[in-house]
């Protein structure tokens, strides 16, 4: 036996003891989502608790906050004002989707469309929607028009280059593919475009969400009777914590319900889409 296969004998067993830890490693089953979420959920609520414990800030502990939100339940403030706001977050969610959608089309598959819309587009895009406030209460009154503009301004400028981009990014060999085998510029549209830009415009309509709860506090500064964030804002004045983090949760809650929402259809819409 020579001497240079001496180490790789040596070697063998120790490569085989190796090579079944590491695919029993692997096999390791991952822990489950949901799992994550409680431990993340349950160590937020105690570092919550640790801080107000500290007195930082005045702060009010979970406690605190779950006893007025009981209180707000019960009278039946907390259901008119989610009502109030779900009303309005829906309604100019809805309506910037449904424009932001066409009009993206529209830029993405005509050149003159985009060279005449996306001007228009890039310039509000960089217009804050809360700075539309004044001027919407000047055209359109203090009632739930100016409310629902807000919002929907929010949320069209945030679907709308998501659907741009969708119809953009359509790979072209597809559409090739489609005038080779005959189909004309509509059907290529329907039946290759729209399914191809899907995955784009449901994540734009995920952004555009959030977009419209972020500014629906801000719109209901116009003259609100009802809303959460017409009941935060008056708890400001009252230096009224607890009730304002109740807002705040309820906001974060409503919202994450309806992107979970939106993730469930973008999968059922998406299945052809590969995963990784």
């Known amino acids: 036996m020579s001497s240079t296969e001496t180490p790789l004998k040596q070697a063998g067993p120790v490569l085989e003891d190796a090579v079944p830890t590491r695919v ?39 406690a605190a906050v779950a006893g007025r939100a009981g209180e707000l339940i019960a009278d039946g403030t907390l259901a008119e004002d989610s009502l109030a706001s779900l009303r309005r977050v829906l309604g100019g969610f809805a309506l910037g989707t449904l424009l932001a959608v066409p009009v993206g089309f529209l830029m993405g598959w005509y050149p003159v469309a985009r060279g005449l819309l996306e001007p228009y587009v890039q310039f509000f895009r960089t217009v804050p929607p809360l700075a539309m406030i004044p001027l919407a209460i000047v055209l359109l009154g203090i009632g739930e028009v100016p409310k629902v503009f807000v919002i929907f301004l929010a949320a069209f400028l945030s679907s709308v280059v998501a659907a741009f981009q969708g119809v953009v990014g359509v790979d072209r060999t597809l559409i090739d593919a489609a005038r080779v085998l005959g189909a004309r510029d509509g059907s290529i549209f329907l039946k290759v475009v729209v399914p191809a830009s899907a995955p784009f415009i449901l994540v734009g309509m995920r952004i555009g969400l959030g977009s419209a709860w972020g500014t629906l506090v801000a719109a209901e500064l116009i003259a609100a009777q009802e809303g959460l964030g017409h009941r935060m804002q008056n708890a400001q004045l009252y230096y009224d914590l607890p009730t304002i983090f109740v807002g705040l949760i309820t906001i974060g809650l409503l919202g994450l319900l309806m992107d979970r929402l939106l993730m469930l259809a973008e999968r059922r819409l998406t299945r052809w889409q590969e995963t990784r």
Not at 44 to 55: E, K, N
């Open 24 to 62: 029993r490693r692997r096999k390791r089953p991952p822990v489950p989502a949901v799992v994550l979420n409680l431990i993340a959920l349950a160590a937020g609520i105690g570092l919550w608790a640790w801080l107000a414990s500290l007195g930082v800030q005045a702060l009010p502990g979970p």
